[in-house]
Each structure stands twice: as structure tokens, then as C-alpha cells.
């Protein structure tokens, strides 16, 4: 009999129709993939198998059992148990790891009402020791790493006696490293009987891990595929046409420079490096968690400074204070958490498409203080077009928007107004591949422009750079775009 059994399940909202007739079988102790590009049907899915919400027609079956939860709380007693991308809502800072592992009880009042921080860590350790894992207990929530939180995660849901785990995107903050560690942790629990259903669109996550991959596209079946996967082929399905498997044109010349760092520190130990950009070129600069990707954009971007040499940008020395001052230089910035860094919140004025872009124009656009919605909607609409974005239009919220649509809004704000400098930190982060070759074909389509992309994946890099850099201790080796050493191969295996 299948752990999970989930037969011709529709969901609607409104005129949009998110899952038509989709299916999905599991069996115990199996890594199921779930793969689909951003809008495929499933987020939906996945909320209807945590409680979040309910289908329109369908049935699902848990155990040979009907499966109808009212709740989250009530699809975790059931044994279904959801750790989503975002790790943040897992702990809360100034609480301890003991804490955070425990933090549902107090929620859902499973605590007894007296407590002690003695009683706490007993009850803690014993959460850890039942999963397998190790970590500090004392310490601090949000001195965490995104690996460790994950396993925080991980742990409450098997405390909860999860027999089916779904994990959403969970390797989208990881280093390789620690992407490796957490693979030892599933395969683990697989191996334990626990049934595991993995959202991803890395294709080393399902590499490692999948027994078998099911398909969504436009809410339906499409397609399923047996260990060993044919990637290529699972891909095509996905997005319902053939691959552009070649790499980016390769400019044979590129035009002035726009920006040049001379003996660069970014911290003030660190080695010093000089970096050229010139217009019309690529530069991707890849390296591990941590490495200083993030520090050498954010500085770029007037988030702090240089602990050492200069910059010089369009010939003009260059040491921005503020982002402001650096969008006046021509300098733009789309950085690696959109949900925190460049979307106005659910239901807030500023939620929708058109104001996403508009937002970092809004002075220039308006001097005078008063808002021409028309003109703003009017340049939405043809950002909207130029980019392929998935909307019901300009006045739509941008939180309605997938993953990969939600992104090419947050770049296409830089789009509507010329940019000389274009920063781009993790661009593809939890996109998927139809998604990421339109993000790759507008990156590479500004010869006017320089561009500068940290991230963390050596095959992103290669496949939109025309220059890889690696970062390393927080200063830069250069590689060609085709070929890296085999110790950095390792690295980004």
C-alpha cells in the first residue's frame, strides 16, 4: 500500500486553474522530486498536502486512509510535515537552539505551562538524539547557519513523527559543503522508512537524492522519471520545449570601461585584487558561502566600504555612501533575498507589479511628490512584455507572481532606466530553467552595460558569463568561462 496516494486533484482561484486533475503516488522510505517551472502547480499542491488549503475535486488517500486536513497543525498529527525554503520562520533570534526545537509546543500549548531552561534542554537534547543530530543547544537561533536551521527543521518534524517530509527547496542557501551534509541527512531518514517528497530545480539535488521525478506543468502530469534520471530529457518535459543547451555568444570585442578596482580590500586582512568591467561584458564571480560575494556587490552598491584601495567608475573615482548615490551613478543592484530586499510587503501600498519597478525611480520619475499612476502602469506593461513576465497585469501584487515572474520583476525595475553598472547577486535562486534562460537572454542583451553576477553555482556561471572569477577568502582568481582547475572543480561539483 503507498504512504500517499493522491488522485485527480483540481484546485481554481478565480479563473486561474492551478492543478488539473494532478496526481502524485509515494511509497514509504521513497525521495520522490517534484519538478515543474515557477507557476506549474506546486506551491498549490504542497499547500493542499500541508492543510494550507483545500482541493476543488479530487481525493487523497494517507495510508489507505481519506486525507483531508483542516490545518497545518492538523496535517503534522497526521504525519505529514512541511519545512519550506525560508528557514527564518523555523526560530526566532535571542531564543536558543533548545529553544527553536521546541518553539511549535509553545505554540500549539503541547507545553506544559511551568517551564525550566533545565527541563527545555532535556527535552531538546532528546529531540536531537532521537533525529541523530548534534547541534549546540545553548546557542543563539539566529547565529545559526541556513544548513543548521534546516536540521532544526528537520528535527521538529521527526519529533512530530513524520512519515512524509516535504522539503521546498531546501538547498537554495547552501553551500555545496553543506548541500552534501544535508543529503547525508535525507538519505538517512529514507533509509529509515521515512517517505520524503523534495521540491527543487537543482538537478544535483535530484542527482543525489530522487528515486523517482514527477512533472507538473500548467497544473498537470506531464511526465515521470525512474532512477537513473535523464536530466535533459526531464527538463524539456518541464518546460514543454527542446533545451538551448549552448552557451552566450561570446563577445569577441566589449566596449570602454565602466568600472575598475584598483588593489581592492575587502576586509582589512584580506588580499588585496584588481577587477575590470568593461561594456557589454559578463562577469560572474562564483565561490562558497561566505567567501565575500555578497560584501563586494553590497559595497559596490554603497552598503558599506572598501577596507582598501580604490574604484573608478566611467574614469571617475567612485566611493558611493548610499545605495541612493549609487543608482544616481548609474549603478543598480538586485540582491540575493528579493523577499527581503526588494518586495514591499503583502497588502502594503507598493505591492504590486508596476510599483515593484517603479520603486527605486519614484523620486526622479516624480520630483514634484505626486504619482502619475498611468505612466508608471504604462512603463509596467511594456517591462511586463520585454521580460516575459507571467501576470495578470501591471495593477496584479507581485506576491501573486511565481518565483521566476517575481525575479524578473525585481530586475526589470532596472530595466525601465538605463543602468551603466548591473549587479545581480543569485539571480536564479529558486528559479526555474524556462525562467532562468529568459533571465539569461535579457542579462546578455544591454552591450551598453556591464554586468556583475555573484553566485554560487559554477554551471550558472558559465552558462551567462562571458569572464568566471572565484572568490576566496574574500579575494579574486580569475578562470576562463569554459575550463576551471580540478580543485575548483571539487569545489563546485
Do not use: C
Not at 532562468?436 to 542579462?443: A, F, G, P, Y
Not at 582547475?485 to 569545489?491: K, L, V
Request: neutral net charge.
Amino acid at each position: 500500500m503507498p504512504l500517499l496516494d493522491v488522485q485527480d486533484i483540481s484546485r481554481s482561484f478565480g479563473s486561474t486553474r492551478a492543478l488539473i486533475g494532478a496526481s502524485l503516488l509515494i511509497e514509504p522510505g521513497e525521495i520522490v522530486a517534484l519538478m515543474g517551472a515557477n507557476g506549474a502547480g506546486k506551491s498549490t499542491l504542497v499547500k493542499i498536502l500541508s492543510g494550507v488549503q483545500a482541493p476543488d475535486s479530487g481525493t487523497i488517500l494517507l495510508k489507505g486512509q481519506p486525507f483531508a486536513p483542516q490545518s497545518p497543525a492538523e496535517a503534522v498529527k497526521l504525519g505529514i510535515v512541511t519545512v519550506h525554503q525560508s528557514t527564518d520562520v523555523v526560530g526566532i533570534p535571542g531564543l536558543t537552539v533548545a529553544d527553536a526545537l521546541l518553539l511549535h509546543h509553545y505554540v500549539d500549548g503541547r507545553q506544559r505551562f511551568f517551564l525550566s531552561a533545565k527541563s527545555v534542554r532535556r527535552e531538546a537534547a532528546h529531540i536531537l538524539q532521537e533525529a541523530g543530530f548534534h547541534l549546540p543547544l545553548d546557542r543563539d537561533f539566529a547565529d545559526l547557519g541556513a544548513a543548521d536551521r534546516q536540521i532544526v527543521a528537520i528535527a521538529r518534524a521527526l519529533a512530530d513523527k513524520a512519515e512524509l517530509l516535504i522539503l521546498d527547496e531546501p538547498t537554495a542557501s547552501l553551500s555545496t559543503q553543506e548541500a552534501e551534509r544535508l543529503y547525508g541527512i535525507l538519505l538517512g531518514l529514507k533509509a529509515r522508512g521515512i517517505a520524503i517528497l523534495y521540491i527543487s530545480h537543482r538537478t544535483a539535488d535530484l542527482a543525489a537524492l530522487a528515486d523517482r521525478v514527477v512533472i507538473l506543468r500548467g497544473g498537470r502530469n506531464v511526465g515521470s522519471f525512474n532512477r537513473p534520471i535523464d536530466f535533459s530529457a526531464a527538463l524539456e518535459t518541464m518546460i514543454g520545449r527542446p533545451l538551448n543547451t549552448a552557451r552566450p555568444d561570446r563577445r569577441a570585442q566589449f566596449g570602454a570601461t565602466v568600472v575598475n578596482l584598483q588593489g581592492v580590500r575587502l576586509l582589512a586582512k584580506s588580499k588585496p585584487f584588481d577587477l575590470t568591467v568593461r561594456e557589454g561584458e559578463v562577469v560572474a564571480i562564483t565561490g562558497v558561502l561566505g567567501a565575500g560575494k555578497s560584501r563586494l556587490l553590497s559595497t559596490l552598491f554603497g552598503v558599506g566600504q572598501f577596507a582598501g584601495g580604490k574604484a573608478v567608475l566611467e574614469g571617475k573615482p567612485y566611493a558611493p555612501k548610499s545605495p541612493a548615490e549609487a543608482i544616481a551613478a548609474g549603478v543598480a543592484l538586485v540582491a540575493e533575498d528579493r523577499h527581503r530586499s526588494a518586495l514591499m510587503p503583502a497588502d502594503w501600498p507598493g505591492e504590486s507589479v508596476a510599483a515593484t519597478i517603479s520603486l527605486p525611480h519614484l523620486k526622479r520619475w516624480y520630483p514634484s511628490g505626486f504619482l502619475f499612476s498611468d505612466a508608471e502602469k504604462t512603463r509596467a506593461i511594456a517591462a511586463i512584455s520585454r521580460l516575459g513576465i507571467k501576470a495578470a497585469g501591471a495593477d496584479a501584487s507581485v506576491w501573486s507572481l511565481s518565483g521566476g515572474n517575481q525575479q524578473k520583476a525585481v530586475i526589470a525595475r532596472w530595466e525601465v532606466e538605463k543602468s551603466r553598472l548591473l549587479l545581480l547577486d543569485e539571480p536564479f535562486q529558486g528559479v526555474d530553467v524556462g525562467a532562468r534562460q529568459d533571465i539569461v537572454t535579457t542579462i546578455r542583451s544591454h552591450a551598453n552595460r556591464a554586468t556583475l553576477i555573484a553566485t554560487s553555482d559554477y554551471e550558472e556561471a558559465q552558462e551567462v558569463a562571458d569572464r568566471i572569477l572565484l572568490i576566496d577568502q574574500h579575494t579574486l582568481i580569475e578562470l576562463t568561462p569554459t575550463a576551471v582547475s580540478a580543485d575548483h572543480q571539487e569545489e563546485f561539483a
